[in-house]
């Protein structure tokens, strides 16, 4: 009986494999042009090197003592804007705060383009520097949330001398080819090779990205937040998220990585492994925190300033207990997964950019 529906599910691929192979196409990018200058930050933009204009916002402690910095990455789909009250609690701390729409995001030029994993990388390389001259003294944390925690990971473990003192990852965008169903690989592939223009939405998949409902409709209200997607921007995505998670042993830096129990978004199966790969590689460095009442945006979701505590404890020591105790609960679920008592392949924990 299974066989014979795989056989079925086969014949009815056969048509769109075939025309795959007449009339395929390459999804597009759009990298970055040459260097042409050194790359500036203003109060209101990040230049880059080939003169690309990226809006910047940045939020700064009421009388400019500061104590550290953190350099902050959206995710997909989203913009910088995705840290305003993050970085208003965090300005309160004697920490800075910037974020710029990276491109294809945001008011950033071409938006719903994919730029490419080595632009994104090559970007972030050169704000931290740019940043660093600007601060020569003050610590560097880098954040990134989802497709921003995939693009902070992709850099430091290529770039493992960036003066960066600490990366803190939000529901990491770790979900690669590999532990995706076969059907949803052959799938993309197809459409970003034959109709890489064709736009989707998440409309109607029931997934809940978070439990901050007026912060979802102020989403949905926000003229700069995309909703439509072309094909050929989410396998871009899925190229980012295979880099990723093969790259979690590459990572020294120490790290506090941030998951929810109800994420709906980033599954939990290849989030383990990344957290296994990732902590095998430098166990006394890195601290996991697990919230069970987390979603996906974790850091929007109604018990955000729970998270804000966490990171402001960790960055100022980072071998102390979590304010929430979500370390520990990291912890037990964790030790719980190797023993095989948590079926990770097909769900997540507990019950979205």
Same mark, same amino acid.
């Given at each position: 009986?299974?066989?014979?529906?795989?056989?079925?599910?086969?014949?009815?691929?056969?048509?769109?494999?075939?025309?795959?192979?007449?009339?395929?196409?390459?999804?597009?990018?759009?990298?970055?042009?040459?260097?042409?200058?050194?790359?500036?930050?203003?109060?209101?933009?990040?230049?880059?090197?080939?003169?690309?204009?990226?809006?910047?916002?940045?939020?700064?402690?009421?009388?400019?003592?500061?104590?550290?910095?953190?350099?902050?990455?959206?995710?997909?789909?989203?913009?910088?804007?995705?840290?305003?009250?993050?970085?208003?609690?965090?300005?309160?701390?004697?920490?800075?705060?910037?974020?710029?729409?990276?491109?294809?995001?945001?008011?950033?030029?071409?938006?719903?383009?994919?730029?490419?994993?080595?632009?994104?990388?090559?970007?972030?390389?050169?704000?931290?520097?740019?940043?660093?001259?600007?601060?020569?003294?003050?610590?560097?944390?880098?954040?990134?949330?989802?497709?921003?925690? #995939?693009?902070? +990971? @992709? *850099?430091?473990?290529?770039?493992?001398?960036?003066?960066? !003192?600490? &990366? /803190?990852?939000?529901? %990491?965008?770790?979900?690669?080819?590999?532990?995706?169903?076969?059907?949803?690989?052959?799938?993309?592939?197809?459409?970003?090779?034959?109709?890489?223009?064709?736009?989707?939405?998440?409309?109607?998949?029931?997934?809940?990205?978070?439990?901050?409902?007026?912060?979802?409709?102020?989403?949905?209200?926000?003229?700069?937040?995309?909703?439509?997607?072309?094909?050929?921007?989410?396998?871009?995505?899925?190229?980012?998220?295979?880099?990723?998670?093969?790259? #979690?042993?590459? +990572? @020294? *830096?120490?790290?506090?990585?941030?998951?929810?129990?109800? !994420?709906? &978004? /980033?599954?939990?199966? %290849?989030?383990?492994?990344?957290?296994?790969?990732?902590?095998?590689?430098?166990?006394?460095?890195?601290?996991?925190?697990?919230?069970?009442?987390?979603?996906?945006?974790?850091?929007?979701?109604?018990?955000?300033?729970?998270?804000?505590?966490?990171?402001?404890?960790?960055?100022?020591?980072?071998?102390?207990?979590?304010?929430?105790?979500?370390?520990?609960?990291?912890?037990?679920?964790?030790?719980?997964?190797?023993?095989?008592?948590?079926?990770?392949?097909?769900?997540?924990?507990?019950?979205?950019?």
């Amino acid at each position: 009986m299974i066989r014979n529906r795989l056989f079925d599910k086969l014949k009815l691929l056969s048509p769109i494999l075939l025309l795959t192979h007449l009339q395929a196409c390459t999804p597009m990018i759009h990298p970055a042009g040459t260097p042409v200058i050194s790359c500036q930050i203003t109060d209101s933009f990040f230049i880059t090197t080939d003169g690309t204009p990226l809006p910047l916002k940045s939020w700064r402690p009421p009388q400019d003592e500061i104590r550290s910095i953190i350099i902050a990455l959206h995710g997909f789909n989203d913009y910088s804007n995705f840290f305003q009250q993050s970085g208003v609690f965090f300005g309160q701390s004697r920490t800075v705060s910037y974020a710029y729409d990276q491109r294809g995001f945001g008011g950033s030029p071409n938006p719903g383009s994919w730029a490419g994993v080595d632009t994104y990388i090559q970007d972030l390389e050169c704000f931290i520097q740019a940043t660093k001259n600007k601060h020569p003294d003050i610590p560097v944390y880098l954040l990134g949330v989802s497709m921003g925690g #995939a693009i902070v +990971i @992709s *850099t430091m473990a290529q770039s493992i001398h960036l003066p960066v !003192d600490g &990366i /803190i990852l939000a529901a %990491p965008a770790v979900w690669a080819r590999q532990t995706m169903p076969w059907y949803q690989n052959v799938l993309l592939w197809t459409l970003s090779h034959t109709v890489p223009w064709l736009t989707v939405t998440g409309n109607g998949l029931g997934r809940m990205p978070s439990d901050n409902i007026e912060m979802l409709r102020a989403l949905d209200q926000d003229p700069l937040v995309i909703r439509k997607t072309r094909v050929e921007t989410i396998f871009g995505l899925v190229n980012l998220m295979d880099r990723a998670l093969s790259s #979690a042993d590459l +990572i @020294s *830096t120490k790290t506090l990585l941030l998951y929810g129990e109800n !994420d709906e &978004i /980033i599954p939990l199966e %290849p989030t383990y492994q990344f957290l296994h790969d990732l902590t095998d590689a430098g166990a006394n460095r890195h601290v996991i925190a697990i919230y069970e009442n987390g979603y996906h945006m974790l850091l929007r979701d109604l018990q955000a300033s729970v998270l804000w505590h966490d990171i402001e404890t960790w960055m100022n020591s980072s071998s102390s207990p979590l304010p929430s105790g979500a370390d520990k609960r990291a912890q037990e679920l964790i030790e719980e997964w190797m023993k095989g008592e948590i079926q990770t392949s097909g769900r997540t924990v507990g019950g979205s950019s």
